[in-house]
């Protein structure tokens, strides 16, 4: 027998609604006794992004299950940092925060790297690969694909409602509360591993004649050997490290 239920979504989950549905009851049709959980992934809201549920007025864990006529009420995760308590439903984010980001986001990855961030992407990962790293490495899962973020074993994730890398960031500074966190030009913006400073007779044979004869001081990844030093990309860099800190 066929049953209807009826929900409401709050906030940021709307962004995951078609336009028709946002702010407003949704009737779902069901057979049994589905888990609320599994009728909220249905309506195309991933559970990562889920701070609470109330059913008929009663706070719910995701594995409760739905009533005819039920109404369901659900309510998004919240920026941390801002509130003492998460939400019974928000796992916390590990800190420090590390990231696994899908095939899309590469500039993303580079910039998060640059920040400090252990951020690990490859182009050839696919959804099932990147949820597996996301749980046995404790990383938060960062994506534009809403179905990578319902895969079961994601538990800290978030949806990138932009698709410009400069917004992205700014999205994830704010919903993971980084800010505290950064620690520039730390990492490797190409594979991830640390930088160390290194003397420049180390590296002498890695440098461009022009970068030999006008710079002194130089940093080294200790992965992929790739050479850093102050000229005018760490400069760029830098001006955009104050402007993030101008937002805040």
Known sequence: MEHTAHLLFHGALNDFLPKYDRGQWVTYRFTGAPAVKDVVEACNVPHPEIGSIAVNGRKVPFSQPVQPNGKVEVYPAVAEGTIDVLPPLQISSPVPARFVLDVHLGKLVRYLRLLGFDTCYENHYDDQTIAQ????????????????????????????????????????????????????????????????????????????????????????????????WKGSHFDKMQRFLDRLSMDE
């Open 133 to 228: 790293i996301a749980a046995q490495e404790q990383r938060i899962v960062l994506t534009r694909d809403i179905g990578l973020l319902k895969i079961k074993t994601v538990q800290c994730g978030y949806w990138l409602r932009s698709q410009q890398w400069e917004k992205q960031l700014r999205e994830v500074l704010h919903r993971f509360h980084l800010m505290p966190q950064l620690q520039p030009f730390t990492r490797c913006m190409g594979c991830n591993g640390l930088i160390k400073e290194v003397e420049k007779k180390v590296v002498m044979s890695l440098l461009p004649p022009k970068t030999k004869q006008f710079f002194h001081t130089f940093y080294q990844c200790t992965h992929c050997k790739r050479v850093y």
